[in-house]
Each structure stands twice: as structure tokens, then as C-alpha cells.
């Protein structure tokens, strides 16, 4: 046989060993993720036990929260490098506390981390929710009870799996967007329901809380703020 075609036969047995060790190497590393975790693929900044969520300066980009086996904050594993350094999480006591850096990024950078999930957050159970300069997206929610404090420029959608609330407390300062919905899969024309809610709503802030059915509704309601009630929930006010 040829020198050339040796050499050929033994570049493609390397080439076909190397694929073969790749698929092991993946395959291996594939085996220790944990499929339980909603955020199996962005990088952990920390893990722990927590119920209390903070947020500060992450408007930039969008945040997500879905309920999973253990507590952890992460960021998208493409952008691990860029997001080290400008997200910063800690566990204290009982509450999360992520902070972003603000920094001065090219416009075409800042709309595409606008329409992407580059923070993700998971826990068991989360109780309440204070953010500043946010934008965070909360997904198959179970609590009944809830408080949620938003101020600065931010947006928080909070998405339900359960449509009914012992009690909600809700206060919104400066500019901020709060709505409460049921989960699509669930049925997003359902009902909701509030046994109590007391909000505070100031600065150009509104609350959607239009598919509630609430039968003890406490409002502070600013001069530039608005909140969307639901035709029953007015009946109620009325009646009282």
C-alpha cells in the first residue's frame, strides 16, 4: 500500500477516535446535569436556600423565575463570561440578591439582551419579591400568598398555576408594570380570585389586575397611576 494512503488511513482512524471520545466526553457530561433543574443550561452563580427575592439594575435584560427542586441563580452559558462580571448574587439569610452592573453597551447589544433571558432564577417556594430597576417574568406560581414591592423602572409579570389567593400585598412606586395572570397552559381565560389585596400604587405605575375576582380589595391609588379591575371587583367596591 501507498505511504499516501497510509497516511490516510491512519488520519481517518484519528478523526473517527476522536469523534467516538467527543460522544463520550458530552455523553458523560450530559449524565451529571440535573434534569430536574429548570436552568439546567446557564451557569450557576450561587445556590442555597432562599424564599425572598431582591433585585437591582437588571432591566436590562429580561429575568426568569420558575419553581425547581433547589434554590440557584444563573446566567446563560454563551454569555458566562460577560455576565461574571457584571452579575453579582448572594444569599443572606432567608433572601436572594442579585444585582447587575449597569454599563454604557452599543445600542445593538442592548436591544438584544433586552429580548433575552440572560438571569435565571429558581427555588422551591418564593414569597415575596422587592425590585428595583427590573424586569422579571415569574412562571408557574403556587403560593397563595404573596407580597411584591416594585419601584424605579420596572416590569413583573406574575404568571399563576393556582387561581385562588388568600392574600396579596402590592406596592408600586416612580415607573413600574405589574400584572397578574393565569398560565396559558392552565387556561389564561380563567378567573382569578382574592380573598384580600392591598395595594399602593404611586408615580406613573400601573397594576393589571383585571381577571381578579376580589372580595376585600384595599386601594392607595396615586394621581398618575392606574389599576385595572375586573367589572366584579368594582361591583364588590360599590356594594361597600
Do not use: C
Request: charged share 20%.
Amino acid at each position: 500500500m501507498k505511504k499516501a494512503t497510509w497516511m490516510l488511513v491512519i488520519l481517518g482512524l484519528f478523526l473517527f477516535l476522536g469523534v467516538i471520545t467527543s460522544s463520550l466526553i458530552l455523553r458523560n457530561k450530559f449524565g451529571k446535569i440535573d434534569k430536574t433543574d429548570p436552568f439546567w443550561n446557564y451557569t450557576k452563580l450561587t445556590t442555597g436556600s432562599f424564599h425572598h427575592i431582591v433585585l437591582l439594575n437588571s432591566n436590562q435584560t429580561q429575568v426568569s423565575f420558575l419553581p425547581g427542586r433547589t434554590g440557584s441563580v444563573g446566567v446563560l452559558n454563551f454569555w458566562e463570561s460577560e455576565l461574571k462580571q457584571r452579575v453579582h448574587a448572594s444569599i443572606v439569610n432567608d433572601t436572594l440578591f442579585v444585582r447587575m452592573v449597569p454599563r454604557d453597551d452599543p445600542p445593538g447589544m442592548r436591544d438584544w439582551m433586552s429580548y433575552h433571558i440572560l438571569i435565571a432564577i429558581s427555588a422551591p417556594e418564593i414569597y415575596s419579591v422587592q425590585a428595583r430597576d427590573a424586569n422579571l417574568n415569574m412562571y408557574k406560581m403556587k403560593q397563595k400568598n404573596f407580597t411584591v414591592n416594585l419601584s424605579g423602572k420596572s416590569r413583573m409579570e406574575f404568571e399563576t398555576y393556582t387561581p385562588d389567593f388568600d392574600s396579596l400585598s402590592i406596592t408600586q412606586n416612580d415607573s413600574t408594570q405589574l400584572k397578574f395572570e393565569m398560565a396559558d397552559e392552565i387556561g389564561s381565560s380563567m378567573t382569578l380570585h382574592a380573598k384580600s389585596l392591598y395595594s399602593s400604587i404611586h408615580g406613573y405605575s400601573i397594576l393589571d389586575i383585571g381577571h381578579f375576582q376580589i372580595d376585600a380589595y384595599h386601594p392607595l391609588i396615586g394621581t398618575g397611576s392606574a389599576v385595572t379591575l375586573s367589572g366584579g371587583t368594582l361591583a364588590t367596591i360599590s356594594k361597600n
